[in-house]
């Protein structure tokens, strides 16, 4: 069973900046996932688990970066200029079975393994 644990979540200002952390049991494929009830589920980024192809959402393109720590397997997603439509619960995903090798996909239905979520709130 993969375990992944997120954190970094918190409150702040618009036009503020929060590191996302996914510590995960293993090495594996990552994908950022962010929800807002009522809402349906949406790919924010992912990262393949040969670290090669990275893709974003185009919301979060210019303002996020993700990355991964290989010594931790720890992946971050960096969030910068944050705007309150950014406001969301944000969850780290991955795909169990290891397929993800060279590739990442936005589609949650491919992932099997989430995380609790950390609460995201951008407000002044």
């Known amino acids: 069973q993969v375990q992944l644990v997120e954190s970094g979540g918190g409150l702040v200002q618009p036009g503020g900046s929060l590191r996302l952390s996914c510590a995960a049991s293993?090495?594996?494929?990552i994908g950022w996932f962010r929800h807002v009830p009522g809402q349906e589920r949406e790919g924010v980024a992912c990262?393949?688990?040969?670290?090669?192809?990275?893709s974003y959402a185009d919301f979060a393109k210019g303002r996020f970066t993700i990355s991964r720590d290989n010594a931790k397997n720890t992946v971050y997603l960096q969030m910068n200029s944050l705007k309150p439509e950014d406001t969301a619960v944000y969850y780290c995903?991955?795909?169990?079975?290891?397929?993800?090798?060279?590739?990442?996909?936005?589609?949650?239905?491919?992932?099997?393994?989430w995380g609790q979520g950390t609460q995201v709130t951008v407000s002044s």
């Open positions: 995903a991955t795909e169990s079975l290891g397929r993800m090798t060279t590739y990442c996909s936005g589609s949650y239905s491919l992932y099997d393994s």
């Open positions: 293993g090495h594996f494929a």
């Open positions: 990262i393949s688990s040969n670290d090669d192809m990275k």
